[in-house]
Nanobody
């Protein structure tokens, strides 16, 4: 099994910054990609940012230029630096990974979620 553990959520004022981290562990042969999704109250879960094992990144239009995703392949870590936060960024943020396991199966794994609240 593969587990994802997130950290770094919390309360921040508009215009502030937060950094989320996610560590993957378990039966990992190779991580193909890692991503951050978010789900605001009453809304569907949406992709925020994604990074592949080659370092290719893509972002939701709503966070482009404010958020930066980065990865450490050797440590199976992914981080999301969030700057210039807005109240509409308030959501539960979920780490996601597409993993090739040691059993050579492709699994999609989710973290438990971490709450980010942007409010004055």
């Amino acid at each position: 099994q593969v587990q994802l553990v997130e950290s770094g959520g919390g309360l921040v004022q508009p215009g502030g910054a937060l950094r989320l981290s996610c560590a993957a562990s378990g039966s990992i042969f190779r991580i193909n990609a890692m991503a951050w999704y978010r789900q605001a109250p009453g809304k569907e879960r949406e992709l925020v940012a994604r990074i592949t094992s080659y370092g290719t990144t893509n972002y939701a239009d709503s966070v482009g230029g404010r958020f930066t995703i980065s990865g450490d392949n050797a440590k199976n870590l992914v981080s999301l630096q969030m700057n210039s936060l807005k109240p509409e960024d308030t959501a539960v943020y979920y780490c996601n990974s597409n993993v090739l396991t040691t059993a050579l199966t492709n699994d999609v794994v989710w973290g438990q979620g971490t709450l980010v609240t942007v409010s004055s």
